[in-house]
């Protein structure tokens, strides 16, 4: 579940192990990719945490960051 917390959409994911771990973080940085926008995360063998803000838009939550992390739930 995404939580607003410092002007950013946050969530934290956990996984069997380093491998599945990676195999997402890949496949959220092809969504960025298409989305043309990059989260801030942090990964530490199968935990994962991501955050979403809009550093042009001053660093707060936008609808660029809803959509990427709705795209994100989608895996």
């Known amino acids: 579940m995404w ?3 410092n002007n ?3 969530r934290n994911f956990e996984f069997k ?21 990059h989260p801030e995360w942090s990964n530490v063998y ?5 955050r ?3 550093h042009d838009a001053g660093d707060t939550i936008t609808d ?3 959509k990427l992390a ?4 989608a895996l």
């Open 17 to 37: 192990d380093f491998s599945e771990a990676f195999a997402f973080m890949t496949r959220v940085a092809i969504l960025a990719e298409k989305h043309n926008h």
């Open 52 to 54: 979403l803000s809009t």
């Open 70 to 73: 709705a795209a994100i739930d």
């Open 64 to 66: 660029k960051d809803r």
């Open 3 to 5: 939580e607003e917390q």
């Open 46 to 50: 199968n935990k994962l945490e991501i």
């Open 8 to 10: 950013q959409l946050v």
